[in-house]
């Protein structure tokens, strides 16, 4: 029994590996084709987390729009923000805030090393 559950939990992190590996990669290759967008949402997140102690995505989305830059969200994903938070930041938890249909968003403060 042991020597199953070593071998499930051998294959849960190889595929856990190969999510990252996917997930880096999906994340490299925005970096690359939406790099203002980007590097807009990173300086508002800065921002916010300097006013705020923390950050989510839909209050950096929500100051995108309400600085004008509502057509360059409209031509991209969302999930562009994994690119945001990807360094120098700290998951802190989660909240339901009413934004993302309810669902809970990740609260973000940076990271020693993104200070």
Partial sequence: MSEQLDMLQ??????????????????NMLEKTRKRVIEVAREIAVEL?????EVTSPHVL??????G???????VDARFM????????????YRCDGASHNRPVAVWIRSPEGV
């Avoid at 987390?49 to 102690?53: A, D, L, M, Q, R």
């Avoid at 929500?62 to 600085?67: L, T």
């Fill in 10 to 27: 051998g294959d849960l992190d190889l595929f856990v590996r190969e999510q990252r590996v996917e997930r880096d990669s999906a994340l």
């Fill in 49 to 53: 987390v300097g006013k705020h102690g």
């Fill in 62 to 67: 929500r100051v995108m729009r309400e600085r």
């Fill in 69 to 75: 830059h509502g057509n360059a969200l409209d031509a």
């Fill in 82 to 93: 994994g690119a945001v938070f990807r360094a120098g930041w700290l998951k802190n938890g």
